[in-house]
T-cell receptor
Framework: GAVVSQHPSRVICKSGTSVKIECRSLDFQATTMFWYRQFPKQSLMLMATSNEGSKATYEQGVEKDKFLINHASLTLSTLTVTSAHPEDSSFYIC????????????FGPGTRLTVL | QQQVKQSPQSLIVQKGGISIINCAYENTAFDYFPWYQQFPGKGPALLIAIRPDVSEKKEGRFTISFNKSAKQFSLHIMDSQPGDSATYFCAASGEGGSEKLVFGKGTKLTVNP
C-alpha cells in the first residue's frame, strides 16, 4: 500500500523559533499533498493544498506567511511554522495523493508540535 | 453546504456487537466517501471508501452503506472487537479522492471486552 512518512514525529521548541516538518511519499509520486492540523479530540482541519512545483492554496483563516509550505518534488512537501507561539502547538498531519483522479489520500503518522 | 455531519459523537459497543456510524452531506458534487480510522497519537488510516455508483461496499468486517437520494452513508462494523476501539471519521470529496476532503467531526468508538 501507499506509505507516507513525516519527520519529526515530535518536536518541542521555544516560542519565536521556526520549525520545519517534512512529509514524504515513500512508494508513489504525490502530485498533491495536503496539510492538516488537529486539536485534541477534534476533527482534522485542512490548512492548505499543495501541488508539486506550484504555490500552495491556503484555506480561509490560515496565515500563509506563518505556515510556509513547499512542495518541491513529487515525493516531498515541507511545512514550516515560522515564529512559533504556544497557540501553534498542535498535531500536524500531511496526506498525499497520486496522479490520477481516482487516487485516494494517504495520511502520514503526524507530528506533535509543542511550543513552550 | 460543505459540511459532513457525523453521528454519534461517541459509541460504546460490546465485543461481538455491531457498531454503526452515520454521516450526512449536502453537496451533491461529492462523489467519493472514505472512512478513516485513527488511534490516539497516530495519523488517520483509510479503512474503506465508496463512490456513488454503488449502494454498498464490504471489506471484511467493515461495510459502507450509501443512500444517494438521502445523501447519507454509514459505516457498519460487524463482530466489533476491542482492537477496533478508535476514532472514526467519515469524509467526502469531489472529483475522486485527490480533491480536498471534508471531514465529519468523528466518532469515538469503545468496544468493551
Amino acid at each position: 500500500g501507499a506509505v507516507v512518512s513525516q519527520h519529526p514525529s515530535r518536536v518541542i521548541c521555544k516560542s519565536g523559533t521556526s520549525v520545519k516538518i517534512e512529509c514524504r511519499s515513500l512508494d508513489f509520486q504525490a502530485t498533491t499533498m495536503f496539510w492538516y492540523r488537529q486539536f485534541p479530540k477534534q476533527s482534522l482541519m485542512l490548512m492548505a493544498t499543495s501541488n508539486e512545483g506550484s504555490k500552495a492554496t491556503y484555506e480561509q483563516g490560515v496565515e500563509k506567511d506563518k505556515f510556509l509550505i513547499n512542495h518541491a518534488s513529487l515525493t516531498l512537501s515541507t511545512l514550516t511554522v515560522t515564529s512559533a507561539h504556544p497557540e501553534d502547538s498542535s498535531f500536524y498531519i500531511c496526506s498525499a495523493s497520486g496522479a490520477t483522479s481516482t487516487d485516494t489520500q494517504y495520511f502520514g503518522p503526524g507530528t506533535r508540535l509543542t511550543v513552550l | 453546504q460543505q459540511q459532513v455531519k457525523q453521528s454519534p459523537q461517541s459509541l460504546i459497543v460490546q465485543k461481538g456487537g455491531i457498531s454503526i456510524i452515520n454521516c450526512a452531506y449536502e453537496n451533491t458534487a461529492f462523489d467519493y466517501f472514505p472512512w478513516y480510522q485513527q488511534f490516539p497519537g497516530k495519523g488517520p488510516a483509510l479503512l474503506i471508501a465508496i463512490r456513488p455508483d454503488v449502494s454498498e461496499k464490504k471489506e471484511g468486517r467493515f461495510t459502507i452503506s450509501f443512500n444517494k437520494s438521502a445523501k447519507q452513508f454509514s459505516l457498519h462494523i460487524m463482530d466489533s472487537q476491542p482492537g477496533d476501539s478508535a476514532t472514526y471519521f467519515c469524509a467526502a470529496s469531489g472529483e475522486g479522492g485527490s480533491e480536498k476532503l471534508v471531514f465529519g467531526k468523528g466518532t469515538k468508538l469503545t468496544v468493551n471486552p
